[in-house]
């Protein structure tokens, strides 16, 4: 387990992220939580309010040997919106915002050059805004977060947005998923 490299990511809600990571061959942990922000130990309710600079964010421990930084990076832009400001869908502040913290500068080198590339090609109709900021911080969600579309598939929030998405990312990258 030496050998596993860490990754934090912001996409919106850490409920679509953290169920679409956890599927991939190679992510060994997906911890759903808050980063970004000033205020320690910040809360949910807290983060909400959009009073601590937090973003509801997913931390991954990776086997890069299985799976790339690249990869995941390609993974994240593909199953959110990273050309809203502040917003993924109708969930909307600071707290949804699209990030990129990285932990080394050959992940701020690969992410910036990714975004350079996804700009290059059009993929977007409008341009990434998804912020590329040094990591700082990290605080685990509450535990009832944790595995939240795993363990509540039918709640109104996980059948209208995570399910759908979720569905989208298994059938684009079958060939990534955990057996």
Not at 15 to 22: G, L, Y
Not at 81 to 88: C, E, F, M, S, V
Request: proline share 3%; hydrophobic share 35%.
């Amino acid at each position: 387990m030496s050998n596993l490299e860490t990754a934090t990511l912001a996409g919106g809600c850490f409920w679509c992220t953290e169920a679409v990571f956890d599927a991939l061959r190679g992510v060994e942990d997906v911890v759903s939580g808050y980063s970004g922000g000033h205020t320690e130990n910040p809360t949910y309710q807290e983060v909400c309010a959009e009073t601590t600079g937090h973003a509801e964010a997913v931390q991954l421990k990776f086997d890069p040997s299985e799976i790339t930084y690249k990869e995941l990076l390609q993974i994240f832009f593909a199953t959110h919106d990273p050309t809203t400001l502040n917003r993924q869908g109708n969930d909307v502040g600071e707290s949804y915002r699209s990030a990129i913290f990285y932990h080394s500068e050959n992940q701020k080198k690969i992410a910036e050059e990714l975004i350079e590339e996804i700009e290059e090609e059009g993929i977007f109709s409008d341009p990434v805004v998804t912020e590329v900021t040094e990591f700082t911080n990290f605080y685990d969600a509450e535990d009832y977060h944790q595995d939240y579309y795993a363990n509540n598939p039918n709640q109104g929030y996980c059948a209208a947005v995570v399910g759908p998405k979720v569905a989208k990312f298994r059938k684009v990258f079958a060939d990534k998923l955990k057996v």
